[in-house]
């Protein structure tokens, strides 16, 4: 079993910045996607960022050039560097990870960003 625990959500006014952090612990044999998504309320869950096990990222429009997402393989861990937040952005972010071809999620972290 493997089990993601998030961390880093809160409140932020807009224009600021907030790192999320996903690590992952238990029966880890190689993890290969990971991806930050989120859901706010009446929405459905969307993609926001994702990164390859080699590198390769691929972000949601309404992000590019504001966040970035990165991985520590020797950690387990992804992080999603957050800036120049938006009202928008309010949502739960969730992380994901793929082990083993099975699709693991985080329990979610609140982010809210106060015009």
């Known amino acids: 079993q493997v089990q993601l625990v998030e961390s880093g959500g809160g409140l932020v006014q807009a224009g600021g910045s907030l790192r999320l952090s996903c690590a992952a612990s238990?029966?880890?044999?190689?993890?290969?996607?990971m991806g930050w998504y989120r859901q706010a309320p009446g929405k459905e869950r969307e993609l926001v960022a994702s990164?390859?096990?080699?590198?390769?990222?691929r972000y949601a429009d309404s992000v590019k050039g504001r966040f970035t997402i990165s991985r520590d393989n020797a950690k387990n861990t992804v992080y999603l560097q957050m800036n120049s937040l938006k009202p928008e952005d309010t949502a739960e972010y969730y992380c994901?990870?793929?082990?083993?071809?099975?699709?693991?999620w985080g329990q979610g972290t609140q982010v809210t960003v106060s015009s």
């Open positions: 994901s990870m793929t082990v083993s071809l099975k699709v693991y």
């Open positions: 238990g029966s880890i044999f190689g993890i290969s996607a």
């Open positions: 990164i390859s096990r080699g590198g390769s990222t």
